[in-house]
Nanobody, 126 residues
Framework: VQLQASGGGLVQTGDFLRLSCVAS????????MGWFRQAPGKEREFVAT????????HYANSVKGRFTTSRDNAEKSVYLQMNSLKPEDTAVYYC????????????????????WGKGTLVTVSS
């Protein structure tokens, strides 16, 4: 599976961005997808995850109510809509795919994800 994330950029506090991630190489509809981020000098952290069919989602507390993830299996794409951005959201954002989920169960653990994109940088200025 190859993943390509895009949509990052430089925005101001309160602005929004929509990240996209396109997958290739495997049956996308059987991939649990996740979003993670890594800020400068910090460890990678979980942001959001979405189940096979998109009906089950889970978010980190820090983004709950501001970020929304969705997917389009026909387009082999997953999205992260980020609203009300804050300076602390500044990070490189990665999409990841888990192809080992038997039931399509989501996961917040990076160790569960088998494939990673290269990341897209989001910078939020104050």
């Amino acid at each position: 599976v190859q993943l390509q994330a895009s949509g990052g950029g430089l925005v101001q506090t309160g602005d929004f961005l929509r990240l996209s991630c396109v997958a290739s190489g495997r049956t996308f509809s059987r991939l649990v997808m996740g979003w993670f981020r890594q800020a400068p000098g910090k460890e990678r952290e979980f942001v959001a995850t979405i189940s096979w069919g998109g009906t089950v989602k889970h978010y980190a507390n820090s983004v709950k109510g501001r970020f929304t993830t969705s997917r389009d299996n026909a387009e082999k794409s997953v999205y992260l809509q980020m609203n009300s951005l804050k300076p602390e959201d500044t990070a490189v954002y990665y999409c990841a795919a888990d192809d080992g989920s038997v039931s399509g169960a989501i996961s917040t653990s990076a160790d569960r994800y088998d494939y990673w994109g290269k990341g897209t940088l989001v910078t939020v200025s104050s």
